[in-house]
């Protein structure tokens, strides 16, 4: 079955840097769109970045733009968000998705 395995998450000080991971399973990965979400506190989830099959395609929500950057590796199922410039609000649990699948999240906390 389709298994996501966020990692990378943790504590980081404002203007700090982190990057998260998904490794994948259990579906053609090299042909599927992979998608990040986050979830803050009190607040819906809601999408951050996304990346076709084969990482040709990119979009990010407006608040992350040039700040955050996903990509992936192919060749070893997996998709990463490198998030550079941390505010606190973007503290959240962070999710990696792929049709209806989800992982179990990751957390980033930005605070000093």
């Known amino acids: 079955q389709v298994q996501l395995v966020e990692s990378g998450g943790g504590l980081v000080q404002p203007g700090g840097s982190l990057t998260l991971s998904c490794a994948a399973s259990?579906?053609?990965?090299?042909?599927?769109?992979m998608r990040w979400y986050r979830q803050a506190p009190g607040k819906e989830r809601e999408w951050v970045a996304g990346?076709?099959?084969?990482?040709?395609?990119?979009g990010y929500f407006d608040s992350v733009k040039d700040r955050f950057t996903v990509f992936r590796d192919n060749a070893v199922n997996t998709v990463l968000l490198q998030m550079n410039s941390l505010k606190p609000e973007d503290t959240a649990v962070y999710y990696c998705?792929?049709?209806?699948?989800w992982g179990q999240g990751t957390q980033v906390t930005v605070s000093s």
């Open positions: 990346i076709d099959g084969r990482g040709a395609l990119r």
């Open positions: 259990g579906f053609t990965f090299s042909t599927s769109t």
């Open positions: 998705n792929t049709n209806s699948s």
